[in-house]
């Protein structure tokens, strides 16, 4: 079974960072692109951040390029979301995804029907 487990959120003042972890385990992570998604309240989840099985490639919401850096060690099969720059507006629920196709080579990396499994999330709250 696949599991994603999410840490590493908190309570921040605008300027400051962040560092998001996501475990996985149940499948080879080392083949599989990872996401991360945020849900402000009373918003639709909306896409941050993916990279690839690789670790190549990484996407980012126009929101958060230059602000925030996602990558993957896959010996510890654990992806990070980096939150530099915290912004208010950055306040939400952070899940990290698996992409349901292993060594995904799409460009589909921002739509959540993509992905199979979800963490739990992680709550991060800027204040102004």
């Known amino acids: 079974q696949v599991q994603l487990v999410e840490s590493g959120g908190g309570l921040v003042q605008a300027g400051g960072s962040l560092r998001l972890s996501c475990a996985a385990s149940?499948?080879?992570?080392?083949?599989?692109?990872m996401g991360w998604f945020r849900q402000a309240p009373g918003m639709e989840r909306a896409f941050v951040a993916a990279i690839s099985w690789s670790g190549i490639s990484t996407h980012y919401a126009d929101s958060v390029k230059g602000r925030f850096a996602i990558s993957r060690d896959n010996p510890k099969n654990t992806v990070y979301l980096q939150m530099n720059s915290l912004k208010p507006e950055d306040t939400a629920d952070y899940y990290c995804?698996?992409?349901?196709?292993?060594?995904?080579?799409?460009?589909?990396?921002?739509?959540?029907?993509?992905?199979?499994?979800w963490g739990q999330g992680t709550q991060v709250t800027v204040s102004s």
């Open positions: 149940g499948r080879t992570f080392s083949m599989w692109s």
């Open positions: 995804a698996t992409l349901r196709t292993p060594y995904y080579s799409g460009t589909s990396y921002a739509d959540e029907h993509e992905y199979d499994y």
